[in-house]
């Protein structure tokens, strides 16, 4: 068995990358902060990766592209904490300016992904 081949693609790779950042930023806020709102961003962060890596081992595109639509899920949900998150003085705006960028990359990456399955081989 080889080496599994979604590590390979760019929206794995930004998917990683935003979950890395979140969780340098995550992980130095207070215990209360990281009790709450913290362990909700990282689960739903860590999940737009899980996901496509998941749905990537199915090889059946029905499957795959479920997989890949709770990806773009977990990344509504990812912004949704980051809005908490600013709102309530955890997230600074120079931390914003960095993950913005990865998301609004990522999003429309998500969605030419999940397009794409079934229309070429894998």
Do not use: C
């Amino acid at each position: 068995m080889g080496r599994p081949d979604f590590e390979e693609l760019q929206v794995y790779k930004l998917a990683e990358k935003l979950a890395n950042k979140i969780w340098e930023i995550v992980i130095r806020w207070d215990d209360f902060a990281k009790d709450t709102i913290g362990k909700q961003i990282v689960r739903a962060v860590d999940s737009i990766g899980a996901n496509i890596a998941e749905g990537r081992g199915r090889y059946n595109y029905q499957d795959n592209k479920r997989f890949v639509k709770m990806a773009r899920g977990s990344m509504n949900e990812t912004i949704h904490w980051m809005r908490l998150a600013y709102a309530r003085n955890l997230l600074k705006s120079e931390q914003v300016d960095i993950i913005k960028p990865i998301i609004d990359e990522l999003s429309p990456k998500l969605n030419a992904y999940l397009n794409s399955i079934g229309n070429s081989d894998k």
